[in-house]
């Protein structure tokens, strides 16, 4: 597989992310642990199809510290992430959560082989610019607290280091997410019950909403992701990243939720600046 080839599916994620929020709010009011389990188990249950036409003997080989590893950035990520809203359901939450592309652009630069340039700092700086105006337009009323914020950024920090560690992990099969998201589905399970009410959606809708988030955002899009991470331009999908809160404000625009601004013009501008400037950089690489 080419690098070019990995890196488009590896952005084919960000496309599946942009629409998490739009699922999200379709499956309401399903508790957040509870919608992880639920999605994270038709996410696996998607990676069984695919690993059994490579055969389930290439999940024997991994290591025990390799599923430990991908199971707890998993869970940990969303863990911290749906805590951090809860405590602070503000607009710089998701602003600091936000941060996860530009440290995957950082910590890229102390991979062997890769090659951090100015370009891509620049680019990834731009980008977020981009972003913090998609995420800052959407403010909440209501304070939020030191704790959750410290949350947000210790998620971006999970997500960050697991995308950038999973490309020293090259030799290690895609098709290991598949127990990546099982297991994350059971602990999930398991602290929907000690934590949660149960609460199930509501009517075709409700469910359609929760199926299509274990399909693509909450399932496939760890699996092509995890091929772009390993095999891809890492830097690139960095910065590129940030294109999911934008297309995510653009899929909200679509269906009638969130009203066309013209924020949302320059940071489309902003981001697709960002990300040139470090397609430039990988490219004189």
């Given amino acids: 597989m080419t690098k070019g080839r990995a890196t488009a599916i590896g952005f ?49 080989g991994v290591s025990w510290k390799v599923y430990a590893f991908g199971t707890l950035a998993l869970f940990g ?3 911290l992430y749906f805590t951090a809203f809860r405590l602070s359901p503000t607009a ?3 602003l600091i959560a936000y941060l996860w592309p530009l440290f995957i652009v950082l910590l890229s630069g102390l991979l062997p082989g890769e090659h951090l340039r100015a370009p891509h700092v620049i680019g990834a700086l731009v980008a977020f610019a981009g972003a913090a105006l998609i995420v800052l337009g959407r403010a909440d009323e209501g304070g939020g607290s030191a704790l959750g914020l410290m949350l947000a950024f210790l998620c971006a920090l999970t997500w960050a280091g697991y995308s950038v560690l999973s490309r020293r992990l090259g030799a290690v099969p895609t098709e290991s997410v598949t127990v990546f998201c099982l297991a994350t589905a059971v602990l999930s399970g398991v602290a929907h019950l000690m934590l949660e009410p149960t609460v ?21 899009a760890f ?10 331009d890492i830097q690139l999908l960095g910065v590129a990243s940030y294109a999911a809160p934008l297309l995510s404000t653009l899929a909200l625009v679509a269906a009638g939720i969130a009203k ?9 501008v902003l981001i697709a600046g960002g990300a040139a400037l470090a397609a430039r950089a990988s490219a004189k690489g």
């Avoid at 699996?223 to 891809?232: E, I, P, Q, S, Y």
């Avoid at 066309?260 to 489309?268: R, V």
């Fill in 77 to 79: 990520y969303h863990f």
């Fill in 223 to 232: 699996f092509t992701w995890d091929v772009g991470m390993k095999k891809g």
């Fill in 92 to 94: 710089e939450t998701g």
């Fill in 200 to 220: 199930w959606p509501t009517g075709a809708l409700g469910w359609a909403a929760v199926l299509a988030l274990g399909i693509g955002p909450v399932g496939a």
């Fill in 260 to 268: 066309p601004t013209w924020t949302i013009a320059l940071a489309a």
């Fill in 12 to 60: 084919s994620a960000v496309l599946m992310w942009s629409l998490l929020a739009l699922f999200t709010i379709g499956s309401a009011p399903v508790p957040p642990l509870l919608l992880n389990a639920l999605c994270f188990g038709i996410g696996g249950a998607i990676g069984l199809v695919w690993t059994a036409r490579q055969g389930f003997g290439v999940l024997r």
